[in-house]
C-alpha cells in the first residue's frame, strides 16, 4: 500500500483515526497531534498493509508506556472488532462492577440463556466463567476469517450507539493475529490501575530512583585547573569538584498496628527494604493507627521516639506515611485518644500531631493501601477525609507510587 | 534508499510480532525503545539484527555518571595540558589542533561512520534524566555541536537506533514521544521452547520439557528475582554437562535458577505459597 501524498487519501485517513484517537483518549491514553502526523507518514512509508500489522505499527505509535498496553490493546480490540473486554484480569471479582459485565448478564438473560434468578442460582465463580468464555468465543470468531464487523448489536455485549466507530476488517493471515495478542491480555500487570505486588515492584522501585543524592568528586574544573597550573608555574594540578544534585532524606512513618494493615506490610516493607540501598539517610519508624507524641523505631514498638524530636528534622525532608488513615473520629480528634493511652487527657489530640508534621515537612505524602476508589465511602471514611485534608495521599498502586514520587520531588 | 529487513538469526529466535516491530521501526527511521524484564534478549536483539543486517555496531553502556555529551565526544583535556606543559613528541598531536584531542564516543563514531551502523544505547534508564533531554534532539535531528569549536557534527546516513531500558517509567514522556517504544513480553512456553531448541539442538527433548516444566513453575512462586532466559540457557547446559533429569519435586542445581539468597533460602524451606495480595 504505497499512498503518496495525495490530499484526499490523508483526509480520508484522518477522518477515519481521529475517531480512534479520540476512543483511545478516553481509554486514558494520551495521544495527539504527533501521533496522528507520525501515523499518516507510516501509511505513506508502506508499513501496513494488514489488520495485524496495522495493529502493532499503532501501538508503537500510540502507546509510549506500558501501563498504557492494555487500555490500547481494549481500545483496539472494541474499534476494529467491536468486542469490547472489560478492564480487570480473568478471576477477578471487580467484574462484577464493570459496564461489560452487568450488560452481558443483561442479555443472556433476555435471551433466555441464564435464568431471571442467575445472580442467585449462580455461584460468582460460574458466572465468571461463562463470561469470560463468552468472551472468548468471540474472539475465536473473530481472528481468521474476512468479515464485516462492527454494525452494532452482533457483538455479545450489545453496545449500540457506537456503528459508526466500526470498520472492514481484512483477514489475519500471520500465524498470530491482532487478537490473539490482545486475548493474551500480557500487559494487564502493568497497568497503572494496578496494586503494588511483588511482581511489579521493580516498577515501582524504578520510579523512585528519581529521588537521588550527592555525586561523587568526578567533574574536572577546567578553569581551576588551567588557573592552578598557571600559579604552579606550569606544573599541572588537576582540579576535580562534586556533582550537584540533590542530597535527599526521607522519613517513613509505618501504621503496623491492626489487622487492616497486614497483607500490605509485606511487600511495603520490601519496598522500603530496596529504598535503604537508595537513599542512605532514610529512617523508618512507626507508629499505631495514628501518631500521637511518640512513634517508634522498631517493628514492635518498644523504643520509643518523641515526635517533638522528628519535628526538628530538615523541612526539606521527604515524608512517607503508609496507613489506611481510618479509625474512629475520637481517636484522631479527641485528647487522649491513643487506644495504648486513652487515660491521658493533657497530651493534644491526634490531628494537632499531624498537622504539625503536614506543616514542618512541605514535601509529604500519605500512601493509603485502600484503593481510592473507597476512600468515599469506607468505614472510618471521616478520618480518612480529614487526615486527606493535610496531606497528599495516594493509594498503593503503581499509579499511586508514581504520583508520590512526583509530589515529593516537587521542589 | 536501501531497505533494511531483519528476518531473525541461528542465534536468535524472532518472534513475529517482534519482527514486525523492528522492521516497522527500521523502515520508518525510528529509534526502537525495547524494554522488559531482565532476560528478554532486549540487549540480544539489537546485537543479532545488526549481525543479519551485516552493520556495523557502536554501543554506549549507560552509566548514572555518564553526561549526554560524553556519549558523543570528549575532550582529552588533561592530555592536550600534558602536551603543552612537555610537548607532544612524535605522537603526531599538535597542541593547536583541537581535533587531535577529541575522543569520539560511540554517538560521535555513528553519525561520523561513512556507512549505516547499528547505534544501541543500553540500559539508558541508567542516566540521570537531564542527560535523556539532551540526547533527545541528538537523536530526532541525528546532528550534535561540539561546544568547544561550535561546530556540528551530522550523520551521513542515519543509524539504525536501538534503546534497551530495564525500568518501566523512568524516561521522560518527550523522549518516549520521539521513539517507538515496545515492551517485551516473558517468552511464553511454546516461544521458550523455540529459544532453548536454537541453543540446544541435541539435547534429549525431554530433558528440555521437564527443565522448561520446572521453570515455569518456579516463576509462578513470586521469587523476588524470578528466574529468567539466561537463567534456564545456563541451567540446561549444566544439566546436560552434569547428565541429570531434574527431578521436580528437588531440581538439582539451582543456585543457577536463582541468584538471591532469600528466593534460595525460601526454595529449601519448600516454600511454595504463591503471592496474592
Known amino acids: 500500500m504505497s499512498l503518496v501524498s495525495g490530499n484526499k487519501e490523508h483526509t480520508t485517513y484522518n477522518a477515519l483515526f481521529v475517531a480512534f484517537m479520540r476512543l483511545l483518549r478516553d481509554y486514558g491514553v494520551p495521544v495527539g497531534l504527533r501521533e496522528l502526523l507520525e501515523l499518516n507518514r507510516g501509511f505513506e512509508k508502506g508499513v501496513v498493509n494488514d489488520l495485524d500489522s496495522l495493529f502493532i505499527f499503532m501501538r508503537l505509535v500510540f502507546v509510549k508506556r506500558v501501563e498504557h498496553a492494555d487500555a490500547f490493546e481494549r481500545a483496539f480490540a472494541f474499534y476494529f472488532y467491536d468486542i469490547d473486554i472489560p478492564a480487570v484480569a480473568e478471576g477477578d471479582y471487580a467484574l462484577f462492577n464493570t459496564d461489560q459485565f452487568r450488560r452481558w448478564l443483561e442479555k443472556e438473560i433476555r435471551e433466555g440463556r441464564l435464568p431471571n434468578r442467575a445472580l442467585w442460582d449462580f455461584t460468582p465463580e460460574e458466572l465468571m466463567k461463562r463470561f469470560w468464555d463468552t468472551l472468548r468465543e468471540q474472539m475465536e470468531e473473530h481472528h481468521g476469517g474476512s468479515r464485516w464487523i462492527g454494525t452494532g448489536g452482533n457483538s455479545p455485549f450489545g453496545h449500540s450507539g457506537n456503528a459508526e466507530r466500526g470498520t472492514r476488517v481484512m483477514g489475519g493471515s500471520r500465524n498470530r493475529s491482532a487478537l490473539k495478542v490482545i486475548g493474551d491480555r500480557r500487559y494487564i500487570a502493568y497497568s497503572d490501575k494496578n496494586q503494588l505486588r511483588e511482581e511489579n515492584l521493580r516498577q515501582a522501585l524504578e520510579t523512585m530512583k528519581h529521588l537521588k543524592n550527592e555525586g561523587p568528586y568526578n567533574r574536572l574544573n577546567l578553569e581551576d585547573t588551567i588557573r592552578n597550573t598557571a600559579r604552579n608555574g606550569g606544573e599541572i594540578d588537576l582540579v576535580f569538584e562534586r556533582d550537584l544534585r540533590d542530597k535527599i532524606s526521607v522519613i517513613l512513618l509505618i501504621d503496623n498496628g491492626g489487622y487492616s494493615m497486614t497483607p500490605f506490610v509485606e511487600v511495603t516493607r520490601m519496598l522500603f527494604a530496596k529504598m535503604h540501598e537508595r537513599f542512605e539517610d532514610m529512617v523508618t519508624l512507626f507508629f499505631h493507627n495514628t501518631i500521637y507524641e511518640q512513634v517508634w523505631r522498631d517493628f514492635r514498638r518498644t523504643r520509643a521516639l518523641p515526635t517533638e524530636q522528628l519535628l526538628l528534622r530538615k523541612p526539606d525532608t521527604r515524608l512517607v506515611v503508609l496507613g489506611d488513615a481510618t479509625m474512629a473520629p475520637e481517636e484522631l480528634e479527641a485528647r487522649g485518644g491513643a487506644i495504648d493511652n486513652y487515660h491521658d487527657f493533657n497530651k493534644p489530640s491526634s490531628i494537632h500531631w499531624l498537622k504539625r508534621l503536614a506543616d514542618r515537612f512541605p514535601h509529604a505524602c500519605w500512601l493509603n493501601p485502600l484503593p481510592r476508589e473507597h476512600w468515599e465511602r469506607v468505614h472510618g471514611a471521616y478520618t480518612l477525609k480529614r487526615i486527606r485534608s493535610l496531606f497528599h495521599m495516594e493509594d498503593m498502586t503503581l499509579g499511586g507510587i508514581k504520583g508520590m514520587v512526583e509530589h515529593l520531588s516537587e521542589k | ?277
Request: hydrophobic fraction near 35%; charged fraction near 30%; proline fraction near 6%.
Open chain 2, 1 to 277: 534508499m536501501e531497505q533494511y529487513h531483519f528476518e531473525g538469526t541461528d542465534k536468535y529466535y524472532l518472534e513475529p510480532e517482534l519482527k514486525a516491530v523492528v522492521n516497522i521501526a527500521l523502515a520508518m527511521e525510528k529509534p526502537l525503545l525495547l524494554t522488559g524484564e531482565a532476560g528478554t534478549g532486549k540487549t540480544q536483539l539489537a546485537l543479532e539484527a545488526a549481525r543479519a543486517l551485516g552493520l556495523p555496531v557502536e554501543i554506549l553502556r549507560c552509566k548514572s555518571t555518564i553526561k549526554g555529551e560524553e556519549a558523543c565526544y570528549t575532550q582529552d583535556t588533561v592530555l592536550r595540558l600534558n602536551d603543552a606543559r612537555f610537548g607532544s613528541g612524535d605522537t603526531g598531536r599538535h597542541v593547536q589542533n583541537f581535533y587531535d584531542y577529541v575522543v569520539w564516543g560511540p554517538i560521535g563514531r555513528a553519525f561520523r561512520a561513512d556507512h549505516k551502523v547499528v547505534l544501541l544505547l543500553d540500559e539508558i534508564d541508567k542516566t540521570e534524566s537531564d542527560v535523556q533531554d539532551n540526547l533527545l534532539d541528538i537523536l530526532e535531528e541525528c546532528q550534535f555541536t561540539i561546544r568547544e569549536v561550535n561546530e556540528t557534527i551530522k550523520a551521513k546516513v542515519r543509524p539504525a537506533i536501538f534503546i534497551t531500558s530495564n525500568a518501566k517509567r523512568e524516561l521522560s514522556d518527550p523522549f518516549l514521544r520521539r521513539c517507538f517504544c515496545h515492551h517485551i513480553a516473558f517468552p511464553t512456553p511454546e516461544n521458550m521452547r523455540s529459544i532453548v531448541a536454537l541453543h540446544y539442538p541435541k539435547t534429549h527433548p525431554k530433558l528440555l520439557e521437564t527443565a522448561i516444566a520446572i521453570f515455569y513453575e518456579l516463576r509462578e512462586r513470586g521469587f523476588e528475582k524470578p528466574p529468567a532466559t539466561s537463567e534456564l540457557l545456563d541451567w540446561i547446559g549444566a544439566l546436560e554437562k552434569t547428565d541429570t533429569m531434574p527431578d521436580p519435586a528437588f531440581p538439582p542445581l539451582t543456585g543457577i535458577l536463582l541468584k538471591r539468597s532469600g528466593d534460595i533460602l525460601r526454595h529449601r524451606r519448600g516454600d511454595t505459597r504463591r503471592k496474592s495480595y
